[in-house]
C-alpha cells in the first residue's frame, strides 16, 4: 500500500481511535459520575477505597451476604396478650438499645415489663429502649413522664428525662457494601403525638440526664403511654449513684465537622477595620453552638474542625475566625482534649476531587502561613488555659489516593512531609489520618496518628511508643453504618482495653449534607426535621449510632474510675478495702483478656443479613453484666475511699 491510499488508512485509523477513545473518555467520566452520585447519596463511607471507605472488612467473603433490599426482621412470634393488656390495647415491652425493633417486631414474653430500672451516676444519660406493640389501631399515641423522687423528696424533674421516638429509614446496610439495603430504625425524635396501626411497632427511647449535684439515692416516677382510647403505664425507677465518672485521658470526637468552615466568608476584606464580634455570622455561631454543646454531652472531649479555606491578618499574627469562635466554645462547654484541626482547605492540600486540592498550593503562600498559623494558635490556645490544638495539614496522604494520573503518585505524601515538619517546627502539635505506610512520611513528627479501621494493625501500639505518638483510630462504621453493638464497643470497652489515645470516627451525621437520608423512599424517614439536623427541641436529631457512642464512653468512664479509686483503696487496710480491691482488679482483668487489639477482628454484624449481632461473646447479656457489675464494683469503692475529684488528664 503506498502513496494517497496509504494516507487514507492512517488518517482513519487515527479518527477511529479518537473516537474510541473520546468513548473511554465518556464513559469513564461517566462511571466517575455515577460513583459520586451514589456516594452522596448514601454518604456512608469517605470516598477513598485504599483507607477507610470502600473496601469489605477483612474476614467476610465476597458474595457472602444477600445484595438488593433486604427484609429485616427479628423473627418472634405473635404475642398472647393478657386481658388488660386488651383493655389498654397496646403491650409494653423493654429491648435492650442493642437490639433492634422492627416496625412488624413482636415482644417476646421476658421484654413485656411493668417497670423498669435504670442506674446512673451524676452528669450522666442512661436510656432505655421501649416498645409499643399496638392490639388495635392507636391514634393520637402520647408519651409522658412525671418526676421522679426519692423517698427524701429529692427530685429529678421530667425536663430532664427526654423521651424520642425512633424513625424507620431505607438505608445502605453496611459500610462497604453498596449493594445492600434496608430498612432499619436510624434517627430519634423528639416524641410527637401519632398513630400506631395495628399489629406495629413503634419503638421509644427514654433518657435520663442526672444532674451534676444530684443526690444519690433511688428515684421512682411513671412513664404514661396515652391513646385516643385509653392508657397503660410502666414504672421508672433511677437509681443515682453519686459521684461523676472520670473521663479518660482519650480524644473522643469525629473527625473534620465543617460547622466553621464558611466562617471566614463573612469576614471583612484584608485592612478593613473590625472587631471580633462584627466578624462573626450570628447564624454560623449559633449552629456551632449547638453542634459544640451536642458532642460534649455525648462525652466528646475534643473537637475536630475542617477549616476554612481563607486567612486573614491582624495586629500582625494570622486570625483564622472558625479558630477564633471554637476558642469561645471550647471554653463555654469544657473540652477537655486538644481540638484536631483539619487545616487542608487552608492549606489547599486537598484531594483532587475537592476544592482547594493540592494543585492549589503554592509553597511561597501556604508553606509560611503554615507556620504562622501554628505557632500563633498554639500561644493563643495555651494562653487561653485550654487544652491545646493538633494541627492537620494533609489529610490521607496515600499514594496514588486522590491524585490525579498524571501527576506524581506521592505529590501529597511530599506535601504531609514538609507541611507537618514546618508545624513542628513551629512549636505545634500535629495529627494525621493515615495508614503504616502514609505515616512514614512524617513519622517522627506526627504526635497524633488517626488510622484507618481496614488497615489497623495491633503492632502499631508498639511502634507509635517508639516514636512518641500518640495512637488513634477512625472507624468510620461507628458513625455512619446501621451497627449498634459496633459503636458502643468500639468507643467503650475496646478503646479502654487496648489503649488506644484517640477514637475519631469520620464523620457527625448530625448536619446538613451529612444527615440521613431515606434511601429510595422505603421507610418512613422524618418527622420533624428543621434546618436539616435540628429537632423539636432545637437540638441536633441524634442517630441510634450517637447513642451508642456515648454509652461505650460511658462503659470506659466507669472503668477508668474503678482503676482510679482502687488505686486509692489499696493504701486502705481494712477487709472491705481489701474486697473492693479484689473485685475490682478482677472486673478490670477480665475485660481487658476479653478484648483483642486487632481492631479490624471485630464487625459485630451477620454476614449474611449484616444485621448487627453480638461477637466474642459480647451479646446483650454480657455488656448488660458487665455494667451492672461495673456499678456495683464502684459502689463498694466508694464506701472506702472517700470519694475526690480526679485530676485533669489532656494529652496536651
Known sequence: ??????????????????????????????????????????????????????????????????????????????????????????????????????????????????????????????????????????????????????????????????????????????????????????????????????????????????????????????????????????DLVVEVVPVVLDEPPVLYGTLCVNVLSNLWKSQPKHGAASTHAEGKSLDAVQSADVVFRDQREHGMTTMSLRSGAEASERDGHPYLADLETAIDLYKKYGFTQPLVYCAGQLLRTNKINRSNNYKDYDPDVQLPLAKQVAAYYTKRFHDEGLPGIAFMPVEEPNLKSGIGALDPPDVRRRLATTLIGAMKAAGAKTAMTCTPQSVTAAIDDTDYWIVAYRKFEPKLFEVAKQHNAHLGLYANATMMGQGTYFPRFMFGYYTWASGLQAMLPWTYPMQPKRFPTNVGGRGEGGLNVHHQFIGLDNKPIPTVQWELSREGIDDARYLATIERLAAAARKVDTPAAKTAVADADRLLATVRGSVNRDAQHYTFEDPQTLAPQGQDGWDTARFEATRKQSVQVLKQLLAVVPEQPPAAKTHG
Open 1 to 234: 500500500m503506498t502513496g494517497p491510499t496509504r494516507n487514507v488508512v492512517v488518517y482513519a485509523g487515527v479518527l477511529v481511535a479518537v473516537a474510541v477513545g473520546g468513548l473511554w473518555v465518556f464513559r469513564t467520566r461517566m462511571a466517575v459520575r455515577a460513583r459520586g452520585q451514589e456516594h452522596k447519596r448514601t454518604r456512608l463511607a469517605e470516598d477513598d477505597a485504599d483507607e477507610e471507605g470502600g473496601g469489605r472488612r477483612k474476614g467476610r467473603e465476597r458474595g457472602g451476604h444477600t445484595q438488593g433490599w433486604i427484609t429485616l426482621t427479628d423473627g418472634v412470634p405473635k404475642p398472647e396478650p393478657s386481658a388488660a393488656q386488651q383493655k389498654d390495647g397496646l403491650i409494653v415491652f423493654k429491648r435492650s438499645v442493642l437490639e433492634r425493633m422492627y416496625p412488624d417486631s413482636h415482644p417476646r414474653p421476658d421484654e413485656m415489663v411493668t417497670s423498669v430500672d435504670l442506674q446512673a451516676t451524676r452528669d450522666a444519660y442512661e436510656a432505655v429502649q421501649l416498645g409499643v406493640y399496638a392490639l388495635a389501631d392507636l391514634n393520637d399515641m402520647h408519651v409522658l413522664v412525671s418526676d421522679l423522687r426519692d423517698d427524701a423528696g429529692h427530685v429529678i424533674p421530667a425536663t430532664d428525662v427526654v423521651v424520642r421516638m425512633e424513625r424507620f429509614y431505607g438505608a445502605q446496610l453496611a459500610v462497604g457494601h453498596p449493594d445492600t439495603f434496608g430498612v432499619v430504625p436510624k434517627t430519634l425524635e423528639v416524641v410527637a403525638p401519632l398513630a400506631i396501626p395495628k399489629q406495629t411497632v413503634r419503638p421509644y427511647w427514654i433518657t435520663v440526664h442526672v444532674p451534676a449535684d444530684q443526690p444519690g439515692g433511688v428515684y421512682r416516677g411513671t412513664v404514661t403511654f396515652k391513646h385516643a382510647a385509653g392508657t397503660a403505664s410502666v
